[in-house]
């Protein structure tokens, strides 16, 4: 299957402080990557979708100016976590849509903020 | 409002034997569905799929029904294996290719 990198695997940051999260697709181009958060024990919820080119549209809820996303190219988005707090501590997943009606999954960035 | 249920937090089963999920939905305009296994930390990993206009879609050990009128699919992995054990996801998907996710069911797979 088609294969989704993110970095870092895990950051640990302080208070205030803003974190940049990288989600790339390796062998295929995405014109729409997703950012997901998941709580312990929880779902994915879905934060925004990521488009090419393009603002991303975030979901009810979800602070744009906090949570900052890029999409530059077909194979690489962005996440910006600023002013960072604690209760921003959890899972990142990002997903790229492939060609097929998949969406396939990075392995996820644990934050920690301090 | 939860547009995707899985009601089983939990399964065990025994090696060999069948495991069935289970996940309900409420939005008929979803038109696919896609199962995800998901290892603590780890991003989830795509299983199987079914569109709307199918009732079975099989792959291996793994099968996954789809009942419309019901608004209910089910995941059928036979003969479980211990390496199956993980946390399985339902997921449907909508417009601009969002999915939404249930909250998942811990599959156990006892040796």
């Keep these: 299957g088609a294969v989704v990198s993110q970095h870092p695997s895990r950051v640990i940051c302080k208070s205030g402080t803003s974190v940049k999260i990288e989600c790339r697709s390796l062998d295929f181009q995405a014109t729409t990557m997703f950012w997901y958060r998941q709580f312990p024990k929880q779902s994915l919820m879905l934060m925004a979708t990521s488009n090419e080119g393009s603002k991303a549209t975030y979901e009810q809820g979800v602070e744009k100016d906090k949570f900052l996303i890029n999409h530059a190219s077909l194979t690489l988005s962005t996440l910006t976590v600023t002013s960072a707090h604690p209760e921003d501590s959890s899972f990142y997943i990002c997903s790229a849509d492939s060609s097929s009606y998949e969406q396939y999954f990075g392995p996820g960035t644990r934050l920690t903020v301090t | ?111």
């Design chain 2, 1 to 111: 409002d939860q547009q995707v249920k899985q009601n089983s937090p939990s399964l065990s089963v025994q090696e060999g034997r069948i495991s069935i999920l289970n996940c309900d939905y409420t939005n008929s305009m979803f038109d696919y569905f896609l199962w995800y296994k998901k290892y603590p930390a780890e991003g989830p990993t795509f299983l199987i799929s079914i569109s709307s206009i199918k009732d079975k879609n099989e792959d291996g050990r793994f099968t996954v029904f789809l009942n419309k009128s019901a608004k209910h699919l089910s995941l059928h992995i036979v003969p479980s294996q211990p390496g199956d054990s993980a946390v399985y996801f339902c997921a449907a998907r909508g417009s601009n290719y969002k999915l939404t996710f249930g909250k998942g069911t811990l599959l156990t797979v006892n040796p």
